[in-house]
């Protein structure tokens, strides 16, 4: 079990990419949230087994044709306890 912070950049933003997120994390288990920035990135918390974690981030494009992920960050964090959904924070 792993938890990632995660800041996507490309086009991100008015395109559903925190829906297909959420989406795609709830099938593969995982919990957190996710969120717009004010620079046009999104930004996650990503919880879970790590082949899942990865394989998310990897299938998001595909979950829409107008989301395209130019880059990403990622940066391991401290688990959260007892955390059960994966939701959209503002």
Not at 43 to 56: K, R, T
Not at 59 to 73: G, K, N, Q
């Amino acid at each position: 079990m792993v938890r990632y912070y995660v800041v996507f950049s490309g086009l991100v933003q008015g395109v559903g990419f925190r829906y297909s997120l959420i989406k795609l994390a709830r099938q593969y288990n995982l919990t957190g949230w996710v969120r717009n920035r004010y620079d046009e990135k999104v930004e996650a918390q990503i919880q879970g087994e790590y082949s899942n974690i990865i394989y998310v981030i990897n299938h998001l494009e595909d979950v829409s044709r107008y989301i395209r992920i130019d880059d990403y960050s990622i940066v391991d964090i401290d688990l959260v306890e007892n955390e059960r959904d994966f939701i959209v924070v503002y």
